[in-house]
């Protein structure tokens, strides 16, 4: 069985980009909605890894967080959007530096 990403995210935009990649995904704004998408997307065999945009995991983090460390499959990956988000500007530099010691 293949299995295959989906998205559920906050952003027209990202879900565009996303589904120009061959992602499909939905666009929701509230924590209802957010709970609802995810435990569809949950109970979809053919689901291995669902992106969500950071800002919607902010509006149900213990229902993610919990899902995250008590399921095997799918795979939740928390992912910006065109606007930006929450980590530092070199947060990626900083964490390659942290674990092999490279600057980048």
Do not use: Q, W
Request: aromatic letters at 4%; a negative charge.
């Amino acid at each position: 069985m293949v299995l295959r990403f989906y998205l559920i995210s906050d952003n027209i935009d990202t879900a565009t980009g996303l589904r120009l990649a061959g992602i499909e995904g939905v666009v929701v704004h509230e924590d209802y909605e957010v709970e609802s998408e995810l435990r569809k997307a949950m109970a979809d065999e053919s689901v291995g890894i669902i992106l969500m945009t950071e800002r919607l995991v902010s509006l149900c983090p213990d229902l993610v967080y919990d899902l995250k460390l008590n399921t095997a499959r799918p795979l939740i990956v928390e992912i910006p959007d065109r606007h930006g988000n929450g980590r530092a500007k070199d947060s990626i530099s900083k964490y390659v530096r942290e674990a092999i010691g490279v600057r980048i």
